[in-house]
């Protein structure tokens, strides 16, 4: 009996052995299960974290480049608005230069009737002019005789090839034929360098020069004609295209420098507003 009991406790005693050593044993890898697990969610988190600042950052550099097309469509923006003014000044300026050039060839006709008279021909009167010449007349002193018929016939004739070629050449810049325009006015300088449409020709050479960017040669016949004819209506805007052209070419100081002439020396000009439009907007450009 005794054994028996002996025996019963001796196998209760090695099952409970066993279930304890199986829990030991399942134990340690519940524990290392448990770590790993907390591991992986840590760095699934970090992972998210920096998925997280990568889009952020990736937002930022987006709104930053915004930022920075915004403020170049704003320079355009201004560019245009300024372009649009030139050619509204161009316009204006053209207009009054049409109209004081219709003026002289009216004060022109008006002086010189006889020259005007005669460009329709007429067959009888020419012949009684050539009777009348060949006929025998008293001589006259040399300061009595009247001038030879044909000078003013000349010299109207001569207006009038200039004045057909000045036209030829604008109306090429008006079309936006710059260079047919920039050869015109460049012949008309050579052909008709005395002309009083001579100015003007120098300032609408530098204008077909400046619209194809050659802003070098524009300088010298906005050059050429402010320092030749400083009295021409011309020379604000000549001295306000210098500026625009040295500024387009980078000279910076030199070119400010010239838009601050305008002011100073034609404060009442229509330049003058459009230099310090330029200058202001100068003063707003970031200093690279």
């Given at each position: 009996?005794v054994?028996?009991?002996?025996?019963?406790?001796?196998?209760?005693?090695?099952?409970?052995?066993?279930?304890?050593?199986?829990?030991?044993?399942?134990?340690?890898?519940?524990?290392?299960?448990?770590?790993?697990?907390?591991?992986d969610?840590?760095?699934?988190?970090?992972?998210?974290?920096?998925?997280?600042?990568?889009?952020?950052?990736?937002?930022?550099?987006?709104?930053?480049?915004?930022?920075?097309?915004?403020?170049?469509?704003?320079?355009?923006i201004?560019?245009?608005?300024?372009?649009?003014?030139?050619?509204?000044?161009?316009?204006?300026?053209?207009?009054?230069?049409?109209?004081?050039?219709?003026?002289?060839?009216?004060?022109?006709?008006?002086?010189?009737?006889?020259?005007?008279?005669?460009?329709?021909?007429?067959?009888?009167?020419?012949?009684?002019?050539a009777?009348?010449?060949?006929?025998?007349?008293?001589?006259?002193?040399?300061?009595?005789?009247?001038?030879?018929?044909?000078?003013?016939a000349?010299?109207?004739a001569?207006?009038?090839?200039?004045?057909?070629?000045?036209?030829?050449?604008?109306?090429?810049?008006?079309?936006?034929?710059y260079?047919?325009?920039?050869?015109?006015?460049?012949?008309?300088?050579?052909?008709?360098?005395?002309?009083?449409?001579?100015?003007n020709?120098?300032?609408?050479?530098?204008e077909?020069?400046?619209?194809?960017?050659?802003?070098?040669?524009?300088?010298?016949?906005?050059?050429?004609l402010?320092?030749?004819?400083?009295?021409s209506?011309?020379?604000?805007?000549?001295?306000?295209?210098?500026?625009?052209?040295?500024?387009?070419?980078?000279?910076?100081?030199?070119?400010?420098?010239?838009?601050?002439?305008v002011?100073?020396?034609?404060?009442?000009a229509?330049?003058?507003?459009?230099?310090?439009?330029?200058?202001?907007?100068?003063?707003?450009?970031?200093?690279?």
């Open positions: 009996m054994f028996r009991l002996a025996n019963r406790f001796t196998a209760s005693f090695g099952m409970a052995g066993a279930l304890a050593s199986a829990m030991l044993f399942m134990a340690p890898a519940h524990a290392q299960d448990s770590p790993m697990s907390l591991a969610r840590v760095a699934r988190l970090e992972q998210q974290a920096q998925s997280q600042d990568q889009n952020r950052g990736n937002l930022l550099n987006q709104l930053q480049q915004m930022q920075s097309q915004m403020r170049d469509m704003q320079g355009q201004e560019e245009l608005q300024h372009q649009v003014q030139q050619l509204q000044d161009q316009g204006k300026a053209q207009y009054t230069d049409l109209d004081s050039r219709i003026g002289r060839l009216e004060k022109g006709a008006g002086a010189n009737p006889a020259p005007a008279a005669s460009a329709s021909p007429d067959p009888a009167g020419s012949a009684a002019m009777n009348a010449a060949t006929a025998p007349t008293p001589a006259a002193p040399a300061a009595m005789m009247p001038p030879a018929p044909s000078a003013p000349e010299s109207a001569q207006k009038a090839a200039a004045l057909n070629a000045y036209n030829t050449a604008f109306k090429s810049l008006r079309a936006g034929d260079v047919s325009s920039s050869r015109g006015f460049r012949e008309f300088i050579q052909k008709y360098p005395d002309d009083a449409l001579t100015p020709a120098f300032y609408w050479l530098g077909s020069y400046y619209a194809t960017t050659n802003y070098q040669v524009a300088v010298e016949a906005f050059r050429h402010l320092s030749q004819y400083p009295q209506d011309k020379a604000p805007d000549a001295m306000l295209k210098l500026g625009y052209s040295q500024l387009e070419m980078k000279q910076t100081d030199a070119g400010t420098a010239t838009l601050k002439s002011l100073a020396k034609y404060p009442n229509n330049a003058a507003k459009l230099a310090q439009e330029r200058l202001r907007r100068l003063s707003q450009q970031p200093v690279h």
